[in-house]
């Protein structure tokens, strides 16, 4: 390789460089912690008994700020935008009856059976999620603290021992026949997600005060650097 080529690849790689310091770290910085795709985590727990198997509570943040939003906000009393967190709890229980899998619309209908009620806690307050069989609840607390938590006591009602009413006939009238399970159990189970919604226009918003900022803060550190210098002569 010719010298000649080499210094232009020097120039290249210092204009890229320059771009990338003007450009790039304010978008490092505008970025929530953590960044996609590692903005959601899984939970799962399964109970026995009507208690969770691991007792564990679940902390989640409310308000995912971005990463140098304390430095913005020190150095040149900027806020930010935060995005909004969330938990998501899916209630997968499953009944058994006589050692099988049975689904629900086998049962006497209940639309509270296999419900799931799990605390949560933000802001020194106490609301309930409520989470029905076979389905989703997801939460978006609004919390001051920027935090809110899942409490391990989860309350859980099991299905009526009924089967699901069918028509018969004895001695030749119609009946209802209703089947009773002596030995229904409903293991519960539940999963779900706990993370921040991505939410584009905060992150703009966010890297276009993270950008004026930086070029002021740079620009202040290139004064004083060419100040200096010139002192030094």
């Not at 771009?19 to 978008?27: A, E, H, S, T, W």
């Not at 989640?60 to 709890?89: E, H, Y």
Request: proline share 5%; aromatic share 12%; glycine share 8%.
């Amino acid at each position: 390789m010719k010298i000649r080529d080499i210094v232009q690849n020097l120039k290249k790689l210092w204009i890229v460089g320059k771009i990338l310091l003007v450009f790039g770290i304010p978008f490092v910085l505008a970025l929530p912690f953590p960044p996609p795709p590692f903005n959601t985590d899984q939970i799962k727990v399964e109970l026995q008994n009507g208690e969770p198997v691991k007792q564990e509570k679940f902390r989640f943040l409310t308000d995912n700020k971005a990463l140098g939003a304390s430095l913005l906000s020190t150095i040149l009393d900027i806020k930010t935008d935060s995005m909004q967190g969330f938990v998501c709890i899916h209630n997968i229980s499953e009944i058994y009856a006589d050692g099988q899998k049975v689904g629900k619309s086998d049962l006497l209908e209940d639309k509270e059976g296999g419900a799931l009620s799990i605390p949560l806690f933000f802001d020194d307050t106490i609301t309930q999620i409520y989470v029905p069989f076979a389905s989703t609840t997801c939460v978006h607390p609004q919390a001051k603290t920027g935090f809110a938590e899942l409490d391990n006591k989860v309350e859980v009602r099991g299905f009526l021992p009924f089967g699901k009413a069918e028509l018969t006939s004895v001695n030749g009238e119609p009946a209802i026949s209703v089947r009773q399970y002596a030995d229904l159990t409903t293991v519960f189970k539940m999963e779900g997600e706990k993370g921040y919604i991505w939410e584009w226009d905060v992150f703009g918003k966010n890297y276009a005060l993270f950008l004026i900022g930086w070029m002021i803060l740079l620009s202040s550190i290139i004064q004083v650097f060419l100040w200096v210098r010139s002192k030094g002569k």
